[in-house]
């Protein structure tokens, strides 16, 4: 089992970055492929990024690519989502989420099994 908390959200310009952190307690962390999803008031949760247990595979939904970099540092049980050239439409609560090796499916919210809280990332025009 992994705990998972997400941090590092805020309110910024257009164009703006941030980096977003989800800081993982619990066993066996390196084998955990995360993800990050987005939800925006009155909106589902869309899928941003994902990284392999091993950081050999990342995946960016094509609204983010180019924009946005997904990496890990497994000696930190973290994950970080570096978030550039931001736009009002970025704005939603961020959440990252944890399963255990991966899945076939990591664009797919039902395939992780625990999730962080969520932070807030507001893009103002």
């Known amino acids: 089992q992994v705990q998972l908390v997400d941090s590092g959200g805020g309110l910024v310009q257009a164009g703006g970055s941030l980096r977003l952190s989800c800081a993982a307690s619990g066993r066996a962390f390196s084998t955990y492929a995360i993800g990050w999803f987005r939800q925006a008031p009155g909106k589902e949760r869309d899928f941003v990024a994902a990284?392999?247990?091993?950081?050999?595979?990342?995946y960016y939904a094509d609204s983010v690519k180019g924009r946005f970099t997904i990496s890990r540092d497994n000696a930190k049980n973290t994950v970080y989502l570096q978030v550039t050239s931001l736009k009002p439409e970025d704005t939603a609560v961020y959440y990252c989420?944890?399963?255990?090796?991966?899945?076939?499916?990591?664009?797919?919210?039902?395939?992780?099994?625990?999730w962080g809280q969520g932070t807030q990332v507001t893009v103002s025009s």
């Open positions: 989420a944890a399963t255990q090796y991966g899945s076939s499916r990591m664009n797919l919210a039902p395939s992780y099994d625990y």
């Open positions: 990284i392999s247990w091993n950081g050999g595979n990342t």
